[in-house]
């Protein structure tokens, strides 16, 4: 499940949205975390996002079908409005993907940062 952490002095100072990932992930939560984004882009210049991830136990299809379909119609519009994208986790293979990712997806910057790190990683976001 992919949920909103509400932090509006965050997302008002610096454009930063805030995720935590538990468990596995679905299609309803993964619509409502794409549907916040491009929702949050619309009324500014462009958003960070630190996704804390303290345990993902897969991913259902209908939510991988959802993020191909999100890929073919909102991708272009994402990478325009995304500047940078914090990890926050334990998990290694994490800074594996999110290395891939960086390569992959031009203009967005992705970072990893461990649990213990939070505030550095929302200071680099701040940054960006």
């Known amino acids: 499940m992919i949920t ?6 965050l ?3 610096a454009g930063i949205l805030t995720f935590e990932v538990d468990g596995k ?3 309803v939560s993964f619509i409502n975390t794409m549907r916040k984004v491009l929702s949050e882009m619309e009324t500014s210049e462009g958003v960070s996002l630190c996704i ?7 991913v259902t299809l209908d939510a991988l079908w959802e993020g191909l379909k999100f890929a073919l119609t909102s991708l272009q519009e994402f990478l325009s409005q995304v500047n940078r994208i914090a990890w926050v986790t334990d998990k290694q293979w994490l800074a594996v993907v999110a290395n891939v990712e ?3 997806l031009p203009g967005i910057d992705e970072q ?7 505030e ?6 701040k940054q960006g």
Do not use: C
């Open 25 to 27: 992930v679905d299609k």
């Open 102 to 104: 960086d390569k992959l």
């Open 52 to 58: 804390r991830v303290s345990s993902i136990q897969g």
């Open 11 to 13: 997302l008002n100072e």
């Open 4 to 9: 909103h952490i509400e932090d509006r002095t």
């Open 112 to 118: 990893v940062f461990p649990f213990e790190q939070e």
């Open 120 to 125: 550095d990683a929302i200071a680099w976001l």
